[in-house]
């Protein structure tokens, strides 16, 4: 879970991480989020919501004030992470300590993949 946390506290310093219920609303609306996390004390609300949507859902078993100590906020009861490979590692992360994440690291490891190789296939046909 250590790992998990510090590549959130990674993905925070690039921008590359949406904190609060609006902003994860917004990203998820404009679908620009590869995954939603939430604390294990989140409302039932909160966390139906996110199990709803299509974006995967990565529960953390950390509290809300321990998530927002590591974004520097009082509290977070669930964000979002912008970018498709960090998404992937978070998972990887997770399921290394609980196999359940699994399903969720595959889905986030091929969109990954899929992302780098368009991405290679649109720099060769500059150079």
């Known amino acids: 879970m ?35 996390c939430t604390a294990s004390d989140a409302s039932s609300r909160t966390i139906s919501w996110a199990e709803e949507i299509e974006t995967p859902h990565l529960p953390l078993d950390i509290t809300k004030s321990e998530l927002g100590a590591l974004l520097g906020r009082a509290s977070c009861a669930q964000l979002v992470i912008l970018d498709a490979g960090i998404a992937a590692s978070v998972a990887e992360k997770l399921a290394e300590k609980n196999p359940a994440y699994g399903d969720v690291r595959d889905q986030l490891k091929a969109l990954y993949e899929r992302q780098k190789k368009r991405k290679q296939k649109k720099i060769s046909r500059k150079g």
């Open 2 to 36: 250590n790992n998990a946390l510090g590549l959130i506290g990674i993905a925070k310093r690039a921008g590359k991480l949406g904190i609060g219920s609006e902003v994860c609303s917004i990203a998820v609306r404009d679908g620009k989020a590869y995954a939603i």
